[in-house]
C-alpha cells in the first residue's frame, strides 16, 4: 500500500529556508487523480494546511502563507518537497506530508522542525 | 476565510457509551467535511469524508452527519483504542483552502 515519509533537517535557523522532502513508497505519485500536501502542527496545538500540487505541478497554499513556500514535485523521484523562506520560531513544527483526493487520507509519520540560532 | 469551531474541547466519557462531537463551519462547506483521530505522537487517521462516508478500515460505529454549518460525528460505543482527539476538516470551493477545526479531546471518565 502506498506509504508517505517525511525527510529533511530538524534544525534551521532564523531566517534561513525550511526544505523538507516526502518520498511517496507502494505506489506512482503520477497514478490516480490525487493531489499531495504539506501540513503542519506546532506542539500540542492544531493542524494547518500548508498548500498542495498536483503532478502537473500546478499548486495552492494556504493564503497566510503564500508570500513564503513553494511546493515542488519530481515524478521521476516518487516525491514532493516543501521550502518555506524567512522562518522564525513560529515555524516550528511537526511537518506532515499527506496524499489528498476527497480528504487526506494517508499521513507521513511527521518530522519535527526546530527553528533555532 | 472559514473557521470551524469543535465543541466540546473535552469530552470525558466511559467505554461503551456513546460519544457526540459537533463542528460548526461559520459559513457553509455543502458537504466538504472530514473528520480525523489523532493519538499522541502519531498522525491524523481519515475517519469520514464528504460528511458521512467512512474511510477504509473504519469501523462501523463511526459515523458522521451533517450539512451546510453543522456536523457531527458519532463513536455509537465507546472502545479503549478510542479515546484520542478528533479533528474536523472542511474545503473551500475556490481558491482551494483546508482548514481544521481546534480539535475536541476525548477522554476516559
Known amino acids: 500500500q502506498v506509504q508517505l515519509q517525511e525527510s529533511g533537517p530538524g534544525l534551521v535557523k532564523p531566517s534561513q529556508t525550511l526544505s523538507l522532502t516526502c518520498t511517496v513508497s507502494g505506489g506512482s505519485i503520477s497514478s490516480g487523480s490525487y493531489y499531495w500536501s504539506w501540513i503542519r502542527q506546532p506542539a500540542g496545538k492544531g493542524l494547518e494546511w500548508i498548500g498542495r500540487i498536483y503532478t502537473s505541478g500546478s499548486t495552492n497554499y494556504n493564503p497566510s502563507l503564500k508570500s513564503r513556500v513553494t511546493i515542488s514535485v519530481d515524478t521521476s523521484k516518487n516525491q514532493f518537497s516543501l521550502k518555506l523562506s524567512s522562518v522564525t520560531a513560529a515555524d516550528t513544527a511537526v511537518y506532515y506530508c499527506a496524499r489528498l483526493q476527497d480528504a487526506f487520507d494517508i499521513w507521513g509519520q511527521g518530522t519535527m522542525v526546530t527553528v533555532s540560532s | 476565510e472559514i473557521v470551524l469551531t469543535q465543541s466540546p474541547a473535552t469530552l470525558s466519557l466511559s467505554p461503551g457509551e456513546r460519544a457526540t462531537l459537533s463542528c460548526r463551519a461559520s459559513?457553509?462547506?455543502?458537504?466538504?467535511l472530514a473528520w480525523y483521530q489523532q493519538k499522541p505522537g502519531q498522525a491524523p487517521r481519515l475517519l469520514i469524508y464528504d460528511a458521512s462516508n467512512r474511510a477504509t478500515g473504519i469501523p462501523a460505529r463511526f459515523s458522521g452527519s451533517g450539512s451546510g454549518t453543522d456536523f457531527t460525528l458519532t463513536i455509537s460505543s465507546l472502545e479503549p483504542e478510542d479515546f484520542a482527539v478528533y479533528y474536523c476538516?472542511?474545503?473551500?470551493?475556490?481558491?482551494?483552502?483546508?482548514?481544521f477545526g481546534q480539535g475536541t479531546k476525548l477522554e476516559i471518565k
Open positions: 476538516q472542511q474545503r473551500s470551493n475556490w481558491p482551494p483552502v483546508y482548514t
Open positions: 459559513q457553509s462547506v455543502s458537504s466538504y
